[in-house]
């Protein structure tokens, strides 16, 4: 039974400092080497193939030590198709019904990206992985959105639209869920 989990967003990259859209990129690279320290035992680490989620493992591997770790692509950040990469204020002017200020209305489609059902189902899939599979505390390495849709279903809870907008997770820092 999983007694712990623990959220790691990846560490800062320059896709967030230009405020573009990462969504599944696979090789955006860390700005730099930060500090992260666990306080407590860890049994497994599931992470998101992505470069930016590896290389904030490997910093955390360095000095923490932790039990198996599993790479699955179930982690990768939501699709948003042609949005990806592409700067966050040149995509609301685009498509200014699919967004609110500039956050991306968690119950629209981007063009040619992932549907909230498909990524909700993802992340319900994944977690019913790790809570059949695993025991003890789990951490797991990330992304931002796809953080935030595990939080809401570990908490069995259907997220609103203000409740998703006010969930962020800080880049390379650890968070405990329970």
Partial sequence: MVEHVLFLRHAQTQYLVEKRISGRSLEIPILSEIGISIDMPVDCVFCSPALRCRQTLDILLRSNPVGQVFFNQKL???????????????????????????????????????????????????????????????????????????????????????????????????????
């Fill in 76 to 178: 990768l950040e939501r699709g948003m198709g042609v949005m990806e990469g592409q700067y966050r204020s040149d995509m609301v002017k685009q498509y200014p019904h699919l967004f609110h200020g500039d956050r991306f209305r968690l119950y629209e489609t981007p063009p040619q990206g992932e549907s909230f059902e498909e990524f909700h189902k993802r992340a319900l899939q994944l977690w019913d992985e790790i809570s059949q599979t695993q025991s003890g505390t789990v951490l797991i390495c990330a992304h931002n959105q796809i953080l935030k849709m595990l939080s809401f279903v570990i908490w069995g809870n259907e997220p609103t639209e203000s409740e998703w907008e006010e969930r962020c997770f800080p880049v390379g820092v650890i968070t405990k869920i329970y």
